[in-house]
Protein backbone atom coordinates (compact mmCIF):
# COMPACT_ATOMS: atom_id res chain seq x y z
CA UNK A 1 0.00 0.00 0.00
CA UNK A 2 1.52 3.39 -1.25
CA UNK A 3 1.54 6.35 1.78
CA UNK A 4 -0.91 8.02 0.18
CA UNK A 5 -3.69 5.64 1.35
CA UNK A 6 -1.97 4.13 4.26
CA UNK A 7 -4.89 4.23 7.13
CA UNK A 8 -4.94 7.79 9.47
CA UNK A 9 -5.52 11.18 8.80
CA UNK A 10 -4.15 12.85 5.64
CA UNK A 11 -5.41 16.29 6.22
CA UNK A 12 -6.33 18.42 8.55
CA UNK A 13 -8.25 21.77 7.49
CA UNK A 14 -9.26 24.58 10.48
CA UNK A 15 -11.75 27.36 9.22
CA UNK A 16 -11.89 30.49 11.44
CA UNK A 17 -9.71 28.61 14.41
CA UNK A 18 -7.12 29.14 16.82
CA UNK A 19 -4.94 31.73 14.57
CA UNK A 20 -6.26 30.36 11.25
CA UNK A 21 -8.74 31.95 9.42
CA UNK A 22 -7.92 28.97 7.21
CA UNK A 23 -5.45 26.43 6.96
CA UNK A 24 -4.91 23.77 4.83
CA UNK A 25 -2.15 20.73 5.70
CA UNK A 26 -2.08 17.74 3.84
CA UNK A 27 0.59 14.47 4.96
CA UNK A 28 3.13 13.09 2.67
CA UNK A 29 5.92 10.36 3.76
CA UNK A 30 6.86 13.41 6.67
CA UNK A 31 5.70 17.20 7.46
CA UNK A 32 7.78 19.78 8.08
CA UNK A 33 6.25 23.17 9.86
CA UNK A 34 8.46 25.93 9.69
CA UNK A 35 7.47 29.64 10.90
CA UNK A 36 8.70 32.26 13.60
CA UNK A 37 7.50 31.74 17.37
CA UNK A 38 3.94 32.39 18.21
CA UNK A 39 2.75 31.67 14.26
CA UNK A 40 0.47 28.59 15.57
CA UNK A 41 2.80 25.74 14.80
CA UNK A 42 2.39 23.77 18.37
CA UNK A 43 -1.37 24.39 18.19
CA UNK A 44 -1.89 22.78 14.81
CA UNK A 45 -0.20 20.20 16.22
CA UNK A 46 -1.90 19.39 19.16
CA UNK A 47 -5.49 19.66 17.47
CA UNK A 48 -4.83 16.03 17.10
CA UNK A 49 -6.04 15.23 19.84
CA UNK A 50 -10.18 16.19 19.02
CA UNK A 51 -9.50 12.96 16.76
CA UNK A 52 -7.73 10.76 18.89
CA UNK A 53 -8.74 11.68 22.35
CA UNK A 54 -12.61 10.83 23.24
CA UNK A 55 -12.34 12.58 26.98
CA UNK A 56 -11.52 15.96 27.00
CA UNK A 57 -9.96 15.57 30.59
CA UNK A 58 -7.69 13.95 29.10
CA UNK A 59 -6.18 15.84 26.35
CA UNK A 60 -3.30 18.05 26.73
CA UNK A 61 -2.86 21.66 25.60
CA UNK A 62 -0.67 24.86 27.20
CA UNK A 63 -4.02 26.13 28.48
CA UNK A 64 -6.85 24.81 30.49
CA UNK A 65 -9.86 23.17 28.41
CA UNK A 66 -12.31 25.70 28.59
CA UNK A 67 -9.84 28.12 27.38
CA UNK A 68 -8.61 25.72 24.83
CA UNK A 69 -12.10 25.36 23.43
CA UNK A 70 -12.15 29.42 23.38
CA UNK A 71 -9.00 29.66 21.45
CA UNK A 72 -9.91 27.18 19.12
CA UNK A 73 -13.76 27.80 18.67
CA UNK A 74 -14.55 31.39 19.56
CA UNK A 75 -17.36 31.26 16.45
CA UNK A 76 -20.36 29.49 15.89
CA UNK A 77 -18.52 29.13 12.30
CA UNK A 78 -15.07 27.84 14.15
CA UNK A 79 -14.46 24.31 12.30
CA UNK A 80 -11.56 21.71 12.48
CA UNK A 81 -11.88 18.90 9.79
CA UNK A 82 -9.93 15.57 9.57
CA UNK A 83 -9.51 14.03 6.35
CA UNK A 84 -8.72 10.67 6.72
CA UNK A 85 -8.17 7.02 4.73
CA UNK A 86 -9.89 4.22 6.55
CA UNK A 87 -8.60 0.65 7.45
CA UNK A 88 -10.26 -0.49 4.44
CA UNK A 89 -8.93 2.79 1.85
CA UNK A 90 -11.94 4.77 2.17
CA UNK A 91 -12.34 8.61 2.49
CA UNK A 92 -14.14 9.55 5.46
CA UNK A 93 -13.96 12.79 7.43
CA UNK A 94 -14.11 13.72 10.74
CA UNK A 95 -14.77 17.12 11.76
CA UNK A 96 -15.81 19.26 14.83
CA UNK A 97 -17.46 22.65 14.93
CA UNK A 98 -17.96 25.53 17.49
CA UNK A 99 -21.03 26.71 18.91
CA UNK A 100 -18.99 30.15 20.09
CA UNK A 101 -19.71 32.32 22.70
CA UNK A 102 -24.01 32.05 23.18
CA UNK A 103 -23.29 28.29 22.76
CA UNK A 104 -21.21 28.05 26.09
CA UNK A 105 -18.13 27.62 23.08
CA UNK A 106 -19.20 23.91 23.05
CA UNK A 107 -17.81 21.33 20.39
CA UNK A 108 -20.44 19.31 18.15
CA UNK A 109 -19.10 16.43 16.45
CA UNK A 110 -19.68 15.22 13.19
CA UNK A 111 -18.45 12.81 10.42
CA UNK A 112 -19.17 12.38 6.55
CA UNK A 113 -17.85 9.80 3.77
CA UNK A 114 -15.65 11.52 1.25
CA UNK A 115 -12.86 14.04 1.21
CA UNK A 116 -12.92 17.27 2.51
CA UNK A 117 -13.87 19.95 -0.08
CA UNK A 118 -13.63 23.55 0.34
CA UNK A 119 -16.84 24.68 -1.06
CA UNK A 120 -19.32 22.29 1.65
CA UNK A 121 -17.51 24.80 4.39
CA UNK A 122 -16.89 28.18 2.30
CA UNK A 123 -19.09 29.85 -0.39
CA UNK A 124 -17.98 31.70 -3.55
CA UNK A 125 -17.11 35.11 -2.24
CA UNK A 126 -14.68 33.30 0.59
CA UNK A 127 -18.04 33.42 3.54
CA UNK A 128 -18.08 30.58 6.09
CA UNK A 129 -20.97 28.64 6.03
CA UNK A 130 -23.28 28.16 9.03
CA UNK A 131 -23.57 25.01 10.46
CA UNK A 132 -27.17 24.59 8.62
CA UNK A 133 -25.96 25.14 5.51
CA UNK A 134 -23.07 22.93 6.17
CA UNK A 135 -25.13 20.12 6.72
CA UNK A 136 -27.19 20.35 3.66
CA UNK A 137 -24.37 19.97 1.63
CA UNK A 138 -23.18 17.24 2.99
CA UNK A 139 -26.44 15.33 3.31
CA UNK A 140 -25.53 13.33 0.27
CA UNK A 141 -22.73 12.04 1.75
CA UNK A 142 -23.83 10.34 5.13
CA UNK A 143 -23.44 12.64 7.06
CA UNK A 144 -23.98 12.18 11.19
CA UNK A 145 -23.86 13.58 14.34
CA UNK A 146 -21.32 12.09 16.51
CA UNK A 147 -20.66 12.14 20.25
CA UNK A 148 -17.12 11.84 21.35
CA UNK A 149 -17.69 7.82 22.10
CA UNK A 150 -19.18 7.60 18.67
CA UNK A 151 -15.80 9.22 16.89
CA UNK A 152 -14.07 6.75 18.95
CA UNK A 153 -16.00 3.53 18.00
CA UNK A 154 -14.88 5.02 14.59
CA UNK A 155 -11.17 5.04 15.65
CA UNK A 156 -11.36 1.53 16.91
CA UNK A 157 -13.47 -0.44 13.90
CA UNK A 158 -16.28 -0.74 16.16
CA UNK A 159 -19.00 2.00 15.09
CA UNK A 160 -22.35 1.28 14.44
CA UNK A 161 -22.15 3.49 11.68
CA UNK A 162 -19.91 1.15 9.10
CA UNK A 163 -19.31 3.53 6.35
CA UNK A 164 -17.70 5.95 9.32
CA UNK A 165 -15.70 3.42 10.28
CA UNK A 166 -12.43 4.26 10.42
CA UNK A 167 -10.39 1.40 11.96
CA UNK A 168 -7.19 3.46 12.50
CA UNK A 169 -6.17 2.34 16.13
CA UNK A 170 -6.88 -1.37 15.55
CA UNK A 171 -6.52 -2.17 19.09
CA UNK A 172 -6.22 -5.81 20.16
CA UNK A 173 -8.10 -5.36 23.03
CA UNK A 174 -10.48 -2.23 22.75
CA UNK A 175 -10.22 -1.81 27.13
CA UNK A 176 -6.59 -0.77 26.23
CA UNK A 177 -7.80 2.48 24.28
CA UNK A 178 -6.92 4.72 27.53
CA UNK A 179 -3.36 3.61 27.72
CA UNK A 180 -3.33 4.08 24.15
CA UNK A 181 -4.47 7.83 24.73
CA UNK A 182 -1.88 8.28 27.43
CA UNK A 183 0.84 6.81 24.91
CA UNK A 184 -0.57 9.35 22.25
CA UNK A 185 -0.52 12.27 24.87
CA UNK A 186 2.63 12.00 25.76
CA UNK A 187 4.57 11.33 22.49
CA UNK A 188 2.81 14.39 21.28
CA UNK A 189 3.93 16.24 24.02
CA UNK A 190 7.25 14.16 24.60
CA UNK A 191 9.17 17.81 25.14
CA UNK A 192 6.95 18.67 28.40
CA UNK A 193 7.89 15.29 30.02
CA UNK A 194 9.89 14.87 32.80
CA UNK A 195 12.49 11.92 33.09
CA UNK A 196 10.24 9.67 35.09
CA UNK A 197 7.18 10.37 32.19
CA UNK A 198 9.97 9.76 29.53
CA UNK A 199 10.73 7.00 30.99
CA UNK A 200 7.03 5.51 31.79
CA UNK A 201 5.85 6.07 28.00
CA UNK A 202 8.75 4.20 26.60
CA UNK A 203 8.06 1.17 29.29
CA UNK A 204 4.45 1.90 28.00
CA UNK A 205 5.21 1.35 24.49
CA UNK A 206 7.90 -1.95 24.98
Given at each position: MN???????????LIRAGQYDYADISFGKSAHLVGRNNVGKTSLISVLQFLYIDDERRMHFSRSIEETKRYYFKHNTSYILFECVSADGRFVTIGLRGTGQIGGYGIDRFGYVGSFKKSDFIDDESRVLDFDDVKANLSGKEF????????????????????????????????RYKDFVELFKNILHLSDLGQQEIKDTLLSIN
Open positions: NAMMPGPKRIVKLMSAKDVRDSLLGDSSAKNLSLGIVPLQDAG
